[in-house]
Nanobody, 121 residues
């Protein structure tokens, strides 16, 4: 059973930083691309950043220059370092990963349960 578990959300003031983590549980996982999405209240879920298995990264314009996505393949964990946070970054942040749970399994997308990030003074 593959699970993605996010952590690191919370309440911060504008200009502060947070680091989100997303850990994939399960043995013998083959993880391809991983990514972060977010959904603000009343809005659609939107891409924040993606990182491939070769560490190639893509960022939404809103994240460029402030957020950094990274991964530790040995720990099956992905991170999102968020600096200079703004009130408009307030959202539930979800991690997603394309995972092959076993060598003969199909590749499929998994999602975490989400972690709340609130930026407010």
């Amino acid at each position: 059973q593959v699970q993605l578990v996010e952590s690191g959300g919370g309440l911060v003031q504008p200009g502060e930083s947070l680091r989100l983590s997303c850990a994939a549980s399960g043995s013998r996982l083959s993880i391809n691309a991983m990514g972060w999405y977010r959904q603000a209240a009343g809005k659609q879920r939107e891409l924040v950043a993606i990182i491939t298995s070769r560490d190639s990264t893509t960022y939404a314009d809103s994240a460029k220059g402030r957020f950094t996505i990274s991964r530790d393949n040995a720990k099956n964990t992905m991170y999102l370092q968020m600096n200079s946070l703004k009130p408009e970054d307030t959202a539930v942040y979800y991690c997603t990963a394309a995972i092959r749970p076993c060598s003969s399994c199909a590749l499929r997308d998994y999602w975490g349960q989400g972690t709340q990030v609130t930026v407010s003074s």
